[in-house]
């Protein structure tokens, strides 16, 4: 079964750090670029970044409200893509979803709590 | 970035009614859009992809066209599960943006 399974939603205090994870199964996933989106009430879906295949060269690109506090990374072996999160702020709070980058495969989310 | 502008974005219908959803670029992303469609508590799900493309088990209640700037999802008959929020992305450009969004409710 294709499918993508994130872990690591929490609730943190502003300033804290999280990892998210999200394990992939059913499909060829060292070759998929993959992605995060989140979404929040207020502001809709919005693409938080993507990494693309090792194949491919593995680029990483950041929306800009993350950059600088996020990083993307990925581990073939275990067939897992993750987000540390650092410097959060509240605004951070929402589901987040991994997803190919092709938007064919979505996780079920998981949620971020950023509050004191 | 890209800022696609979606139409409307409250519909109500009943069931059997043709819907239409219109999605609309800031500039031109080719055909890579991707219409999405999400009900409450879960995650978004991929309809169609390239603009027109049918994603494999989805009904073919549901079609896309368009290009360019200017792309349209219909719903030739709806049916009880089609009440949902319908999203436009593109995946033409980095960053991938989406549409506002158009909730699909009963009339």
């Known amino acids: 079964e294709v499918q993508l399974v994130e872990s690591g939603g929490d609730l943190v205090k502003p300033g804290g750090s999280l990892r998210l994870s999200c394990a992939a199964s059913?499909?060829?996933?060292?070759?998929?670029?993959m992605t995060w989106v989140r979404q929040t009430p207020g502001k809709g879906l919005e693409w938080v970044g993507r990494i693309e295949s090792f194949i491919s060269g593995g680029t990483i690109d950041y929306a800009a409200p993350v950059k600088g506090r996020f990083t993307i990374s990925r581990d073939d072996s275990k067939t897992t893509l993750y987000l540390q999160m650092n410097s959060l702020k509240t605004e951070d709070s929402a589901v987040y979803y991994c997803?190919?980058?092709?938007?064919?495969?979505w996780g079920q989310g998981t949620l971020v709590t950023v509050s004191s | 970035d890209i800022q696609l502008t979606q139409s409307p974005s409250f519909l109500s219908a009943s069931v059997g009614d043709r819907v239409t959803i219109t999605c609309r670029a800031s500039q031109g992303v080719g055909s890579f859009l991707v219409w999405l469609q999400q009900k409450p508590g879960k995650a978004p799900k991929v309809l169609i992809y390239t603009a027109s493309t049918l994603q494999s088990g989805v009904p073919s209640r549901f079609s896309g066209s368009g290009s360019g700037t200017e792309f349209t999802l219909t719903i030739s008959s709806l049916q009880p599960e089609d009440f949902a929020t319908y999203y436009c992305?593109?995946?033409?450009?980095?960053?991938?943006?989406f549409g506002g969004g158009t909730k699909v409710d009963v009339k």
């Open positions: 997803t190919t980058d092709d938007s064919k495969i």
């Open positions: 992305q593109q995946v033409h450009d980095y960053p991938r943006t």
């Open positions: 059913g499909f060829s996933y060292s070759n998929a670029w």
